[in-house]
């Protein structure tokens, strides 16, 4: 019994990802492949991906938005969720990172369900809003850049139906949140959207210690 949550150490860790993660060979590959990128430490772990591939499933999503697309690890995780018909708007702005993600959808039988578009975010989900989009979605993951992070959660909000889900990753940026010496525009921005989340009655909210901190939102009816 804890009435907290439990630290991973290496050794924990381990035993979770043994026993928790079901990474298909080619999710695995494009791990290994993204491991050798500088920017590596960008990509979500398996158990959240595995987390957010049950929630997809669990919530039958049919429609899908994910903000920061990197090498595609996290597309390819709620691709691989979706039924047939399912669908996931992909944004990004970077045409290499994204090059390798195109490379593991198609290998994965997925790349007709994701909707890659590379511009900023913000436009392309004011884009998706003035087709006709608000109340549409049933699933979002907010994982770009830190600053926009309440633009874009104000915008995905609008885009999901009653009862859909959003999750925000990073919410916890590495316990800088928690220390009152650090501030800059990454920190401040998470910081602000917790506090504003925790008081926000359009939703029904948990923030969970997972990866650097996920944080899963419900849209009330
Ligand atoms: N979800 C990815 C994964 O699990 O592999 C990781 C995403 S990474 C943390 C953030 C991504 O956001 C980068 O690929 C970056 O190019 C993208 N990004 C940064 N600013 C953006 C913007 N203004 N609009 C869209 N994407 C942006
Ligand atoms: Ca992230």
Known sequence: MSSRSIGLN??????????????????QRLRQETAKEK??????SPEQGAFMAVLVKAIGARRCVEVGVFTGYSSLV?????????????CDINE????????????????HKI??????????????????GAGTFDFAFIDADKANYDAYYERVLKLLRPGGIVTIDNVLWGGSVADPT?????????????????????????????????????KRE
Do not use: C
């Not at 050794?11 to 080619?26: C, I, K, T």
């Not at 709620?78 to 992909?90: F, H, S």
């Open 115 to 132: 909707d890659l578009r590379l511009a900023p975010a913000i436009e392309t989900l004011d884009g998706v809003l003035r087709q006709g």
């Open 10 to 27: 290496e050794r924990l860790g381990e035993y979770l990802f043994s026993v928790a993660v079901r990474d298909s060979d080619v999710l």
């Open 182 to 218: 650090k501030s800059d525009p990454d920190v401040d921005a998470i910081r602000a959207l917790n506090s504003k989340l925790r008081h926000d009655d359009r939703i029904d909210v948990s923030m969970l210690p997972v990866g650097d901190g996920l944080t899963v939102a419900r």
């Open 96 to 111: 290499q990172w994204t090059s390798v993600a195109r490379r593991y959808w198609q290998e994965a039988g997925v790349a």
């Open 39 to 44: 920017a590596a430490r960008m990509q979500i």
């Open 78 to 90: 709620v691709a691989q969720a979706l039924p047939a018909d399912g669908r996931l708007i992909a």
